[in-house]
Nanobody, 124 residues
């Protein structure tokens, strides 16, 4: 089992920055690719970003490229999502997830373990 706990969400104004953290426990963190997903009210959960086991490769959704950065510190069993120049359309519940697989890492079905989510609200 892998337990994931997100933190760092909150209420910010458009143009401001926020950093989300996801702390993992239960299994060897470095064995998993990690991803961030988000879900806004009335919308389906969507992929945001993913990072490989050693942090060497990252993939981003088009909507966040150039603004968000995913990173990880395997020594601290933590993955981060740095969000810059936030926009109202970024408002959503953000969840982190762990993938033990070698494929489908941009899809919800490619992840086995999920955190509870943290709310990010961006006002105009």
């Amino acid at each position: 089992q892998v337990q994931l706990v997100e933190s760092g969400g909150g209420l910010v104004q458009a143009g401001e920055s926020l950093r989300l953290s996801c702390a993992a426990s239960g299994r060897t963190f470095s064995n998993y690719a990690m991803g961030w997903f988000r879900q806004a009210p009335g919308k389906e959960r969507e992929f945001v970003a993913t990072i490989s086991r050693n942090g060497g490769n990252t993939i981003y959704a088009d909507s966040v490229k150039g603004r968000f950065t995913i990173s990880r510190d395997n020594a601290l069993n933590t993955v981060y999502l740095q969000m810059n120049n936030l926009k109202p359309e970024d408002t959503a519940v953000y969840s982190c997830a762990a993938s033990p697989f070698v494929s489908r890492i941009t899809e919800r079905g490619g992840y086995r373990y999920w955190g509870q989510g943290t709310q990010v609200t961006v006002s105009s």
